[in-house]
C-alpha cells in the first residue's frame, strides 16, 4: 500500500511536459547537524610550535556543538563533512601572535571566508576563539552568532554550616566564572540591562527581600528597593530608564515601574491576584507577565499605555515566566500541560497561540533567550542537584551543562556585547 | 463604321451622272442665248435723235459713241465673260467627266471592293458558320470536357477524401502510438525520477534550528551526461540560510546522479529543477 | 513533695529543647538567622505552662497544594505563639516558603501568602501588626530535600521566627 501511496505522491509531486521543466519534489532528508571539521591548517601543522591553533579549535568545536545545530569533527576525513575551519598561529615573539583561518565548503569548494588577527595575546585566545565561532555560524546560518556574550546565574553551594548563595558570571560556554556577590542568603532573579553593563537582582542577604542594581566592571551596587513585603522580579526596559519591579507593599504583588533617574514609582497592575515576572517587548509598549487573577498562573500582556492585561496562554494548567524572542514572534515559558504533570519549557507562537513543549524532564524552569534568539538556557534537575540545560527552539539539540560543583540555577543570558 | 453595299454605290454613281448632266445642260443654254440679244437694242435709240442740234449731236454723238462704247466694253465684258463662263462651262465639263471617270473609277474600284467586300463578307460569313459551329462544337466539347472534368473532379475529391481518411486514420494511429511512445517515455522520466529522489533524499541533512518548518526553496540543476553535477544554484530562497545550503549540498552530495539510457529521457533531466520543502513538523 | 522533682524536670525538659533548638539553628546557619538564638518560651518574662511551651516549640505551620488557607488544627500554636508576643513584645518575622513545583518568583509570592496568613492570624489573636515582618522565600531555603510528595508538603509551611 505504501507503495503505491508513494507512487502516486510521486506522480503527482513530478511535472512534467514537453514544453516545461522536470521539477521533483524533495520532502525527506535527516534531520541532523551540519558536520564541520575544526582543525589547524597544514601549515601549522608542519611549523608544529609552542602555541597551536588547536587551544582555539578546542573553544571553537564546544561553541558549535553548544548551540545544537553543528556536529564539530577533528578531521576532515569523516564521510559527509560538508565544511572545514583551517586555522593556523603564529608566534611573532613575545606574546604576539597572528591569528588566522580559513572557512571551507568542501561540497562547493570554494572558501566562505576568511580572517587575519593581528597582535594577540595568549590570554585573548578564548576570546578570539568565541568570535571566530560568531563568524562561522553567521556564515553558515545568516543568523547573529551569541559565542561572545555572558551568562549571569546563581550558585548554591552547601557547606557545613549551611548553604551559601552567590550570584556568578562566566562566558556562554560557562568558563572564566566570577563571583559578584556572595550572601548566607538567597539570591534571585539576575536581569541584565539592554546596554550588558548593569544586572538587577534581588537579594535577601538582610533577610528581607532587597533589588539591587550592580555595574558589571565595577562590581559596584546600588540598593534600589526594599519596600515591606516582596521586591522581586525586576526587569529592564528596552531604553534603559525604567526597571520594572514586584511590590506587595500594599497587601497583594503587583507590578511597578520606577524611572530610575527620579526613583518614583507608578503602579501598573491592581486587583488582589498575584501579579509577578514582568518580561518587556522589544519596544517598551508592553509587559508580559504571570498572575493567577483568572485562578491560576497564566501569562498575560499589558499594555502600558491603557494599563489594560489580556490574557495569552490558553493550553496548559500553569504557564508562567514568560519570555519574548527577540523577534516578538514567540513566548518562551514554564509550562505544565496537566495538573500533576511535569514542568518544562515551552514557547508558544503569538500568533496562532499554538504551543511546542521543548524540554522533557520534570523540572524545568527560568528560561532565558541567547540575544540571536537560537538558544534557551533554562534550570534542570540532575538528582538532587539544579543544573543548566540548553535547547534550541525546536526542540532539538538538546544539551546539558555540567556544574563544577553545586547547583547553578536562574540563568540570565546577557545582550549582544560589543 | 457602317459597310456600303454594292447597291449603294451604285445608286450614289447615278445622282453623280444626273447632277452633271444637269449641270452640263444649264451651262451651255445660258452662253448661247446672251450673244444674239444685244445688237437689237443699238438701232432703236439712232431712229428718235434726227432733230437734235449739233452740240446736242455732238453730245449726242458722243453720249451715243460714249455709250457704245461702254456697249462695247459691255460687250467685250460680256464676252470675256461668255468667254469665261464658256471656259468655265468646259472645265465644268471636263471636271464632271473627269469627275465621272474618277467616279467610275471609284465605282470600279468600289464595284471591286464590294465584290472583295461581298467575298470577304461571304468568306467572312462561311468562316463565322464555321466558327460558330465551331464554337458550337468547342462548346459542346467543353461542356461534355467540362462535365467530364467535374466527373473526374469529384471523383478525385473523393478519392482525395479517402486518401485523407486514410492518411487521418494512419495519422490517428501514428498519434496513438507516439502519445503510448511518450507515455512510455514519461513513465520512464516518473520512474528515473523517482532513483533521483531516493537518492537525494539519502544525501539531504536537513538542518535543525527553529522555525524551519514550512519552508521551501528551489534549486536550478544541471547535469553531465555523465550525470555529474555541473551547477547547483538555488533560484527561490526559503528564506533561511542554512535551508537553502542544506538543499544545494544535497544535490552536490548525491552527484554523480544516475542517468537514463534512453536518450530521450536523458534529455529531460539535462537541466531541471529541485523543490526542497521541509513539511509541518510531524 | 513531687512538684520539685517535676519542676526540675520540666527545666531540664525546656533546656534540652532549647538546646535542640539552637543546634538545630546551628544548622540553619549562622547570625544572619539571629532569630533562632532563642526561640519562644525562653528568655525573660515568660510566664507559661509546659503545654504552652511545646505549643511554641512548634513553629511550623504547613499548608496544602497552592493553598495559604491555616488548617484548623493549628488554632492552638496560633493562639500559644499569640500569646507570647502579647505578653513579651518580642518582634517577630513569619518567613513563608513554597515547594519546588513552579516558577521561583511566583512561589515567593505564594511563601508569601502563607507568612500573611499567619500574621492575620496571630493579629485577630491581638497582636499589633508592627510586631510582626513578613518574608517570603519562596522555594529558595527548602527543608525537605528530594521530589517527593513529602518532601513537598515539608517545605509548604509558614515558620515563626522571633527576632531579638
Redesign the interface.
Known sequence: MRIFLSWVILCVSISFNAQARLNIEITEGMVAAVPIAVMKSEEEVRNAHGTSFEQLAVVIRNDLRMCGRFEPLMSAQEPGVENIVLGKVQALGNDNFMVSFQLLDVYKTNVLTQQTFQGVKQQDFRKLAHHISDVIYEKLTGIRGAFSTRVAYVMVTSTM???RYSLELADADGFNPITLVKS???I??PSWSADGRQLAFVS??K???EIYIMKVATGQRELLSRF???N??PAWSPDGRTLAV?L?KNGT?KIYLMDLMTKTLTQYTDGLS?D??PAWSKDGRTLYF?S?RGGK?QIYRLDLATKKAERITYVGE?N??PMLTPDGKYLVM?HRSERGGS?NIASQELATGQVSVLTHA??D??PTLSPNGAMVLYGT?DG?RQVLGLVTLDGRGQLRLPAREGSVQ?PAWSPFLS | MKKYTQSTYFIIALCLHILLAILLFLSLERTIFVSEDKPALSQKEIINAVVINKNDLQKEVARLEAVEAQKRIHEEEKKQKLALEEKEAKDKIIKAQELAAELEKKNEVLKLAQQQEQKKLEEKQQQQKAAAQAAKEKAKAKAEAEAKAAQAAKEQKKAEKEAQEAQEALEAQEAQRQQALQRQKQDEVTRHAQLIRSRINENWRKPLGFDLTGLKCKIDVKLLPTGEVLTASVIVSSGSVEFDRSAELAVRKASPLPMPEDPFVANAFRQFDFTFSSLEAA | MYTRGLRHLAVGLVLCLGVVGCSHN?????K???AYTQGAGEGAGFVGSEQERELLSRNKIYFAFDSSGIDAGYADVINAHANYMRQTNRPV?IEGHAD???????N???G??RARAVANALAAQGVAPQQI??????K??PEA???SEEAHRLNRRAVIVYEN
Open positions: 554550616n549551611g548553604k548566607k542568603e538567597p534571585m532573579s535577601f542577604e533577610n528581607r527581600a515591606p513585603g516582596i522581586g522580579a514586584v506587595s504583588p498575584i509577578t515576572e504571570t493567577n498562573p500553569y508562567a515566566r514554564m514542568f520534570n523540572l524552569e527560568s534537575q538532587d536562574e | 546551628a544548622k540553619q546557619g549562622a544572619g538567622q539571629g518575622r519546588e513545583q513552579g516558577s521561583r518568583e511566583y515567593v509570592a505564594l508569601e501568602r515582618a513578613i518574608v517570603s522565600f519562596g529558595e531555603k530535600m528530594g521530589h
